[in-house]
């Protein structure tokens, strides 16, 4: 389905023709519908499915029109990480660049200085708010913002969230809100913890689920079945053999997560941790120093499996076998970026074998066994022991204003960037020219901005 097809208006169309986007993705075919016919929403889908743009576009198409909010916020979209709202915000300047629709992005590892700004600017209206939960919350403790105006409140990585500890900041934040709104929920997975959450924000949610994506073809992909009390040694041949290369070896918790930083430390391995727990200028400094090649090894939680793209992953290990298939996934997917190849090595102990097998038959796939134990039991009877293997319309309240040409923003044909130079929305190539399918617009009331040059339909989507 084409963007065309939706009841999006010309003005969203542009934006998104400007981006060099016009197929929608499954998840922005089901969700926006629902979303623009006023549903509150559950949708569970993988980061990579263009989930963002799926909220992001039916969203600011109401927003124009309702009037321009003079104190206050019309929507607040919370999401777990700095760098997932950094996105969300590059995103948001694009798809509403030809409409006057004010967005401001919150989030902590800023200066006083700044803190005071993003007060001031809530006090003083603006259309969305893009916040981390525990900012968000610390800037209505300060009080003096209106938050009676919200229409729309989403959560983006809903489980993630609650993997952080945020569940009881969501619920104050919720409590404060007009009862009379609309909730989108957008999770990557759906535990217990957040059907609770849905259950208490949500009103008879529309529900849409998109089928986890399998691994790339790219990553080669392995396990090896061990003791437990042999996991550690596996995982230093591992990096012994990758010597020199980019590793992140993921870890099930912040406990496991330091435990292996230190033992790999005293073993004279660069390696460091990241987690939740680290401040935002520590996740900051460690993910620069692993850039700049000053680490060879992250020690990492899950935290860091979404949202956050670093070049030239050689290798990633699931040192714990993941609770979620999907976040299987987010893990491996870390490495065989950008059309590179890389390899991906599972440490399946007796207490992960149940976890394996459970990503192997949701993900429809058998990972090869490397045998770097020999004789060890592999818990399966089917399977031998092998070489590592690829697996492969409305009211025009503000319609008609500047939009955002006057504002300093830039042009949304270069939005699709992340803060640090990585693809915000990953496009894919259909092979079609989309020129002559381009819907145009009935009463065009801007100037024609860069177009796309390359004549490619796209499907987008979001890192």
């Known amino acids: 389905m084409h963007f065309e097809d939706l009841d999006l208006s010309d003005d969203i169309l542009d934006a998104i023709y400007a981006m060099h986007f016009d197929e ?105 708010v893009i916040a981390t939960p525990g900012r968000l919350q ?155 090649e000053r680490l060879d090894v992250l020690v990492a939680t899950d935290l860091l499996a979404r949202g956050i793209d670093i070049d030239d992953i050689s290798m990633v290990v699931n040192y714990d076998v993941p609770r979620e298939p999907e976040d299987y996934v987010h893990r491996i997917g870390r490495t065989g970026r950008a059309n590179a190849e890389g390899m991906a090595v599972t440490i399946v102990s007796p207490r992960d074998r149940r976890a394996f097998s459970r990503v192997e038959s949701t993900l429809k796939i058998k990972i090869p066994l490397e045998d770097l134990i020999p004789g060890a039991d592999t818990g399966r009877s089917d399977r031998n022991s092998g070489d590592r293997r690829q697996n492969k319309e409305r009211n025009t309240h503000r319609r008609g204003q500047k939009g955002k040409d006057g504002r300093n923003k830039p042009s949304p044909d270069t939005i699709g960037d992340t803060p640090n130079g990585q693809p915000a929305i990953s496009d894919q190539t259909t092979g079609n020219n989309g020129a002559d399918n381009k819907k145009k617009p009935r009463n065009r009331r801007y100037k024609p901005r860069r177009r796309p040059s390359d004549g490619n339909n796209r499907s987008s989507k979001d890192a």
Not at 64 to 73: F, H, I, N, R, Y
Not at 94 to 111: R, V
Not at 270 to 286: F, P
């Open 24 to 128: 929608c993705t499954p998840i922005q075919e089901q969700a926006i519908p629902l979303v623009l016919e006023g549903h509150d929403l559950i949708a569970i889908a993988q980061t990579g499915t263009g989930k963002t743009a799926a909220y992001l576009l039916p969203v600011i198409d109401l927003l124009a029109d309702l009037p321009a909010p003079a104190a206050g916020v019309n929507c607040i979209v919370m999401a777990p990480t700095r760098e997932l709202a950094q996105q969300i915000e590059q995103q948001m300047d694009g798809f509403s660049y030809y409409l006057p629709i004010s967005s401001l992005a919150i989030y902590g590892g800023t200066d006083g200085a700044t803190f005071a700004r993003q007060q001031r600017a809530m006090k003083e209206g603006t259309d969305v």
């Open 138 to 292: 610390a800037l209505l403790q300060m009080g003096g913002i209106d938050l009676s105006q919200v229409k729309y409140f989403i959560l983006d990585e809903a489980d993630r969230m609650l993997d952080m500890g945020f569940y009881d900041d969501i619920m104050r934040i919720a409590t404060q809100l007009p009862s009379e709104r609309q909730t989108l929920l957008f999770s990557a997975t759906m535990p217990p913890r957040i059907r609770k959450l849905a259950k208490d924000i949500l009103r008879n949610p529309a529900e849409v689920k998109i089928a986890p994506s399998r691994p790339v073809e790219k990553i080669v992909q392995s396990a090896v079945m061990c003791g437990d009390n042999q996991k550690e040694s596996i995982l230093r041949r591992l990096l012994k053999e990758r010597h020199g290369s980019k590793v992140i070896v993921f870890a099930s918790s912040k406990l496991g997560v330091r435990d292996l930083t230190r033992s790999l430390r005293r073993a004279g391995i660069k390696a460091a941790e990241i987690h939740s727990d680290l401040g935002q200028k520590e996740r900051d400094d460690t993910i620069h120093d692993f850039r700049a």
